[in-house]
């Protein structure tokens, strides 16, 4: 029937959300599809989501927390209009301030890196993916049929295209509101304003680990903030009235003093707070009050100073609130109304500004520049030619790095031996020491067999060796005499074909190491130079490719270059279903491929 | 005047708390100093928090949560009682069902660990800890005045105390509610019911994610539950009843025969509402409802399934709530006067299982024995004495390695040679290779000085390398003649002392990686086996111990030891500052200290 549908909708020229969804909002002309009530208001939030619950059965709690759709879509099962569609919408919607993406598994990999790119540099796009695990992945399959991948893909591809990721549906909603609703972020530089210490200690612990800083304030600031508040109370960053209920100090005077002064980039204010606390204090001091009721009682509230929603503005800033209070009190009220994003725990406010610190990082990324993929090889078309031929399910390690030698990469010296003779003529020209290893396609795993020698130094080692490898193999088998690279760091590149995304491209920490910290990262292919770059940044060993304990700084361009081909490679030779190059040696500051593994498709 | 307070609280045997305090909450005798209001009904949660805000401020949010506490405890600036008496009482207390701790820093670490070691066993203790940044310090200091301490050391005790860490206040409070309110965790597996495919997707991947299991039902499970919903709707686990108001089925019938079955340990629930609903869809049906009020269209509501509330009691495992419907939805306010916790957003239900799955791990560690700490060792005693006498900051690498030898410490073979000929003489018994090292206690970091030579492999090269180290140092220095260790797996074992904290002992990932992953945990001394057996778990780096690539199996007692022998060398030698062991080679299974500092205090 879906087909059906399709059908006719392409013969019309129709475009269509669905089946199996919520329907849309779209506040600026006031539909609403779903079930539920939305704000008249319009707002700058845009929302593309593989849960029509959270276009509906949110909306309550979305319009108590302030936070109000442009547009939301509940996408279904994705006949007609996709998560990629709707993003890309999103993208060229002028209301549309800042986009949020609910993901159980995107159908189309490739066009959503290629939309989302286009995107984010200029407007901040958050996700949350949640199909990446065994019963997340059968979860959403039974949800919406859509085929999830795993995590590690879904995190490449999201820092390939600029989108933040964020892990609760809270945070897609709240931080995409502060991203909406916020000047951009110039520095990282957070003041802190409030009249309680846990908030405030608890702000700047979150602030620290989110790569923000909170400068202790300059002699001449605090000098200025000690007019306004108590002796005993802390003017250096945060800034901490201590228990003091006068909200012109606090919202209005202090935090335009620490925004005037240039000595910071963003603002967090807590403790903003009146006809919340008036109810909390309402039944202690209601007999006092002649039993007046709770609204007569409120009566007694100060006006609202209308000037803290009002100053922040001027200074072109991030402003935001965190309050215990919610929207109950007038100034969470206030502040959601004047689109301040209001958090209700201190740590989600200073986890928010992270996020568009991160979005400021995003933004200042080179503009994207289109990767070169060369030509095809002739001589590596041949490698895998014959293989195929042969009927090959991979190329022995000896076609492999031969093929990945024909686009450039660099490789270790080697040369097959029928015999010892031919084995020690190899050694004439490499070198002792060097490895010896059984070559085959049929052995791709060869450590543990008795198949590999390493540091071979001498004559009559290498033929002992040499017939123990082929004992060992248990026929006249080749092997490869190769150089022994010296060198203790050790990575990894390699590529896989994802069903609608193409290949992948990992890197990452390789050798021994290599299962211990599964420490890698990916990028769809063509891989360019910007790519490698912010490849090299992500991996938690990052520092081992810097100036290391005596050992030189890895020599980047060429170990950006390796990892480029692979994906080049893919793109070029469809034949090949998967390349892994581990350990990729650093011989000095110079990268190696020690080992290569080429796989070729099943049915080419 | 706090010395003068504390003074006069001795003298009549007053304790007291604060100052600089907002106070206690005593449900059980309806005592509340604080300048708020709370429940009326008496709660089971126990709270001591360094921010008063966080036991004042916060209570409007906790009431509309539904936390109730049994003792809450401001604790100021703690002259009198501090948080480990505050930590104390609560243990003892027989309406605290779960302990939660707001710390910004702990004055007397020794006895914290000792006071909550014997409470966790027994009942769980969840805390957050934010002092260990810099701004998260200095406004941690400006606040309560309390020293705050690394981040490292007080994961380290948590863990060493069976404390849950959180990095909120929000998980503070609502996992400690979870904690408090449901039956222990008795395995891992989780069902999860709701009319809704996103939040089911979204926690069963945070599930997935923290260790929990989400199984598929058995065939026999699922056609029980088949009779029960649409065709189309998954019956698999998650349970999904798809846009369904039936609540009886949603919230009694589906969750007891999940229950039932034997195939779960814990439920999660998310969809329950009906008021909260209808509130929404009042704007919509008004004028069709011949324009009534809201209050009159409640009145439509379907009568609360009670059955809801009562059934899950009778399973006796965990249940918990998730629901984008707060306190005004009749469903969310009945779990919550029902004691079940009711999470706002779907990942948080999915985390607090994870903790409860957290205490379940802790509440099974073997009961804990006393350390045995030796008899001090009158060798290690004069080595330490002579050291002291001669003025020396630390000790050489050789008198070190004696040190640790008089305790059991394996260590490698090695030999003090002033000359070449008792180097030569050294190597007859060591065998080559060997590593020559300058010997002297003022070198305490050698590297990239040209005074080690590693794989030193025959007398010429001894002779050539030997002089070249003591001309680069430039004298007659002694130098270590050492065997050269093989493996390359290697690890790290120190100790350093804590100001209130006493000795800690760390161990994790060594040799070329150690500042790559700073891959290491922490125990307060003395360190025990089941310590060391927890923390061989903890690091990343955990697979390098099992058998791994055709290596064997890490002699982990053997590896222990060395780390409780530090401990021990802390408490009997006070001389001692600080020992740094790195790396700890493993040679074959075997753990051996190829190098070792011993820094002695500056004032012994």
Redo the contacts between chains.
């Keep these: 029937m879906e087909n059906e549908l399709n059908d006719v909708a392409r013969r019309y020229g129709i475009r269509f959300v669905g089946p199996n969804c919520l329907g849309i909002i779209n506040t600026e002309i006031s539909l609403n599809t779903t ?3 939305i704000e008249r208001q319009p707002g700058m939030l845009g929302f593309a ?6 276009v509906t ?5 979305l319009r ?1 927390r302030g936070v109000r759709f442009s547009k939301a879509i509940s996408l279904g099962n994705e006949a007609n209009i996709n998560m990629v569609d709707a993003m890309e919408y999103l993208g060229e919607d002028e209301q549309t301030k800042a986009i949020i993406l ?1 993901i ?1 598994g995107i159908r189309d990999g490739k066009r959503f890196v290629e939309v989302a790119r286009k995107i984010t540099p200029r407007k901040p796009i958050v996700a ?1 993916y ?7 992945a ?3 399959l ?3 049929g859509a085929m999830a991948g795993p995590d590690f893909l879904y995190d490449g591809i999201f820092k390939q295209a600029g989108i933040i990721r964020v ?4 945070d897609l909603y709240m931080n995409g509101w502060a991203l909406a609703t916020q000047p951009p972020l110039k520095g990282n530089r957070v003041g ?1 304003m409030t009249n ?7 702000i ?6 989110v790569g923000l ?2 400068p ?1 304030f300059s002699d001449n600031l605090q000098k200025d903030i000690r007019k306004h508040i108590e002796p005993h109370a ?1 003017a ?3 800034v ?1 009235l201590t228990f003091d209920v006068g909200i012109e100090k606090l919202a209005v005077t202090l935090p335009e003093i620490m925004m005037k002064s240039g000595e910071i980039d963003a603002m967090v204010l807590h ?1 903003a ?1 009146m006809t ?1 606390y008036m ?3 309402y ?2 001091l209601k007999e006092m009050a002649g039993n007046i009721s709770l609204e007569e009682f409120l009566k007694f509230s100060l006006p609202i100073v209308q000037e803290a929603f009002e100053m922040p503005r001027k200074y072109n800033m991030p402003y935001l609130i965190s309050s ?3 929207e ?1 009190d007038c100034y969470t009220q206030g502040y959601m109304d004047h689109n301040f994003p209001v958090f ?5 406010a200073a986890l928010a500004l992270g996020c568009l610190y991160r979005y400021k990082q995003i933004k200042e990324r080179a503009p994207r520049k289109d990767a070169l993929v060369p030509k095809i090889n002739k001589a590596a078309e041949e490698i895998i030619r014959q293989a195929l031929e042969n009927k090959q399910a991979a190329l022995d390690e000896y076609d492999a790095k031969q093929l990945l030698a024909c686009y450039g990469v660099p490789v270790t010296k080697e040369a097959l031996a029928a015999n010892v003779q031919e084995a020690l003529k190899a050694v004439r020209k490499i070198g002792y020491p060097v490895a010896l290893k059984a070559c085959s396609w049929k052995i791709m795993h060869k ?2 067999k008795g198949l590999i020698a390493l540091n071979v130094e001498n004559e009559i080692q290498l033929k002992k060796e040499f017939k123990n490898i082929q004992k060992n193999a248990g026929g006249k088998i080749p092997v490869l005499v190769q150089e022994m690279l010296k060198g ?1 760091r050790e990575f990894l590149a390699g590529m896989t074909r994802f069903a609608g995304f193409g290949p992948g491209v990992v890197f990452g920490l390789g050798g ?2 290599t ?3 599964k420490d890698t990262t990916l990028r769809l292919a063509p891989v360019t130079d910007a790519d490698t770059k912010e490849m090299f940044a992500e991996i ?2 990052a ?2 490719l810097d100036k ?3 050992m030189p700084k890895v020599k980047l361009n060429r170990l950006s270059q390796i990892i480029q081909v692979l994906g080049n490679i893919a793109l070029l030779h469809p034949e090949i279903a998967e390349i892994d190059l581990n350990p990729i040696i650093i011989n000095g500051a110079e990268p190696v491929v020690a080992d290569a593994l080429i796989v070729l498709e099943s049915k080419p």
Tied chains: 1, 2.
């Excluded at 949640?130 to 997340?136: D, K, L, R």
């Excluded at 892990?167 to 809270?170: M, Q, T």
């Excluded at 309680?196 to 608890?202: M, N, R, V």
Aim: charged share 20%; glycine share 12%; proline share 6%.
């Design positions: 079930v539920m009530t989501s593989q849960s029509g619950t959270y059965q949110s909306l309550p709690a108590k609910y159980e949350q949640v199909g990446g695990s065994v019963s997340g059968r979860a959403g039974s949800h919406t892990h609760s549906v809270e802190i309680s210490g846990g908030p405030s200690t608890t700047s612990y979150v602030c620290d680990s800083h909170v202790r802390s250096a960053n945060p901490d403790g707070m919340g109810r909390e204090i039944p202690h215990l209070f919610d109950e209700r725990f201190p740590e989600k450590s543990g203790s021994v190491f299962e211990v910290f938690r060993a520092k081992l290391y304990r005596g």
